[in-house]
């Protein structure tokens, strides 16, 4: 009587187990689907993010472009807005998807080229006060803002606007 008493309580757990199993694998294909969802969801943002920043890029480098035409910026900030402009969906990437600083973003961007953290810096010293709050901030809202800013003042000069 006792063996019996021990076979029917192991064979109760037994059939416990095994709903149990077959809900965790209900749940566990839940739970792919909504993987699956959450992936193409990531996917879309990156090509929209993809399109949008490159979209920011020809914008930014058309305005700094057309300022120097028009000879309201030379020398050095061209060279420096030039390279932020024309590198700033780089930028942007790397600060979105690897989750870097803007800072350290631009020291990958920058480092092929002549122009130095320096030369970004002291350019940044005299842009007006908008445009330094938005780029200290460090990440890539706070550098789209700026550069955004940035570039436009430069087809609206200020009567302190750098030239050199």
Same mark, same amino acid.
């Given at each position: 009587?006792?063996?019996?008493?021990? =076979?029917?309580?192991?064979? *109760?757990?037994? &059939?416990f187990?095994v709903?149990?199993? +077959?809900?965790?694998? $209900?749940?566990? /294909?839940?739970?792919?689907?909504?993987?699956?969802?959450?992936?193409?969801?990531?996917?879309?943002?990156?090509?929209?993010?993809? =399109?949008?920043?490159?979209? *920011?890029?020809? &914008?930014?480098?058309?305005?700094?472009? +057309?300022?120097?035409? $028009?000879?309201? /910026?030379?020398?050095?900030?061209?060279?420096?807005?030039?390279l932020i402009?024309?590198?700033?969906?780089?930028?942007?990437?790397?600060a979105?998807?690897?989750? *870097?600083s803007?800072e350290?973003?631009?020291?990958?961007?920058?480092?092929?080229?002549?122009?130095?953290?320096?030369?970004?810096?002291?350019?940044?010293?005299?842009?007006?006060?908008?445009?330094?709050?938005?780029?200290?901030?460090?990440?890539?809202?706070?550098f789209?803002?700026?550069?955004?800013?940035m570039?436009?003042?430069?087809?609206?000069?200020?009567?302190?606007?750098p030239?050199?």
């Amino acid at each position: 009587m006792l063996a019996f008493s021990i =076979i029917a309580v192991l064979v *109760l757990i037994l &059939i416990f187990f095994v709903f149990k199993v +077959q809900s965790l694998h $209900k749940q566990i /294909i839940a739970n792919r689907g909504i993987a699956r969802q959450n992936a193409e969801k990531a996917n879309t943002a990156y090509s929209v993010l993809s =399109i949008t920043a490159r979209t *920011l890029q020809k &914008i930014f480098t058309e305005r700094v472009e +057309q300022a120097s035409k $028009k000879g309201l /910026i030379s020398g050095k900030n061209y060279e420096v807005m030039m390279l932020i402009t024309s590198s700033s969906a780089k930028i942007i990437f790397d600060a979105c998807e690897k989750g *870097l600083s803007i800072e350290q973003a631009l020291t990958v961007a920058i480092r092929d080229s002549e122009v130095s953290m320096d030369d970004i810096k002291a350019m940044m010293q005299e842009q007006p006060n908008d445009v330094r709050i938005s780029w200290v901030q460090n990440h890539a809202d706070g550098f789209i803002k700026a550069c955004d800013i940035m570039t436009l003042s430069l087809m609206t000069p200020r009567a302190s606007s750098p030239q050199e």
